[in-house]
C-alpha cells in the first residue's frame, strides 16, 4: 500500500508497485477532480478508478493528503 501525506510518501507491494511518486499524485488529482468529488467535505473518503486502480483518497483544506490503493475491491 501507498500513502501520500505532504511531508512523505512510502510504497509497498499491491498491483502498482510500479507506480512512482508522480504517478500515485496523478491517481490522486484524478480522483479529487472527478465531477462528483469536486464539493465534498475534508476528511471523507472517497474512490474512483485510475489506471485500471481503484484508488482511495482523503482531503484536507480541499487538498489531497491521502492517496491509496483500494486493495478491497479493484476493478
Known sequence: MWVIDPNHIT????RVNEWNESK????????NNLP???NLPDRQ?????YDDVRV????RDGKVTTIIPDNSKQP
Not at 45 to 49: A, E, I, N, S
Not at 56 to 59: L, Q
Open 11 to 14: 510504497q509497498e507491494d499491491f
Open 24 to 31: 500515485i499524485r496523478d491517481a490522486g488529482n484524478h480522483i
Open 36 to 38: 462528483q468529488n469536486k
Open 45 to 49: 473518503w472517497v474512490f474512483g478508478d
Open 56 to 59: 482511495g483518497i482523503i482531503k
